[in-house]
């Protein structure tokens, strides 16, 4: 079903070398794992036209196909590395399900499975705007805490001494926390690209993206601990 006349890929990226929670994207929340939220997530919109996972792993891909994901290749190990970008994963995955559906998707929205927090609102929102305002891509992003921002950051040399990031100018103990500019962080919940931005320029930033806002508390899961938050968090939104 082409919203608005264009052609909509889901891609769904998940590898199985996740070093600070191994079988990051198989852990569960609230008796589904990673994958499965995602899965279930990416099927209730029923405006994308196809919807694939990426992923290196059998086991991944296994649980994949057990919530009705389409899984038409591996990833490449090249791709599947520390290192491996996301824009060359997505440009692959693209490209391949070209192949694989025979056809030319105009825009496609990634949905990693370490935010599954998001709601069907965050992600309609983000692709009217790339289309209505005719956006090379549509980001959400949320709020960074202000004892996080670069005036707050500090560094620590290898004697141990303490400096500001921003240096005794900017990053000042006396910086009160009102007077600090805002910033944003990416949280994960949906990146969308046009097809020129992603495959002829290569980017996913830039060229004039659009910003979708989130405005609740997000937890894109890392970290062991950001897994209990996620865990309770989603607890107190199901009861």
């Known amino acids: 079903m082409a919203l608005f006349h264009r052609n909509i890929l889901g891609v769904i990226p998940a590898r199985g070398g996740s070093k600070s929670i191994p079988g990051k994207n ?32 059998k086991e991944i891909a296994d649980e994949g196909r057990r919530y009705g994901l389409n899984v038409p290749f591996m990833r490449p190990p090249e791709l599947s590395t520390d290192d491996a970008t996301s824009i060359d994963m997505w ?22 499975p370490t935010s599954p927090q998001r709601i069907v609102e965050d992600v309609e929102r983000t692709i009217n705007l790339l289309i209505k305002e005719d956006a090379p891509a549509a980001i959400t992003v949320s709020k960074t805490p202000a004892h996080y921002t670069p005036h707050k950051t500090l560094t620590v040399s290898n004697l141990g001494v303490i400096g500001f990031y921003l240096g005794e100018k900017e990053g000042s103990q006396y910086y009160i926390r009102q007077a600090i500019p805002v910033y944003y962080h990416l949280n994960g919940v949906c990146y969308a690209v046009t097809r020129n931005h992603l495959l002829d320029c290569g980017k996913i930033i830039g060229n004039g993206a659009k910003a979708v806002i989130i405005d609740r508390p997000i937890i894109n899961i890392d970290e062991p601990f950001e897994l209990e938050i996620a865990n309770w968090l989603m607890s107190r939104i199901k009861h």
Do not use: C, P, R
């Open 26 to 57: 198989l852990k569960k929340i609230n008796g589904i794992s990673l994958v499965g939220h995602a899965a279930m997530f990416a099927k209730s919109l029923k405006w994308l036209d196809a919807i694939i996972l990426s992923t290196d792993s």
């Open 91 to 112: 440009k692959h995955a693209w490209t391949e399900s070209e192949s694989y559906f025979g056809i030319k998707f105009d825009i496609s929205i990634l949905l990693q």
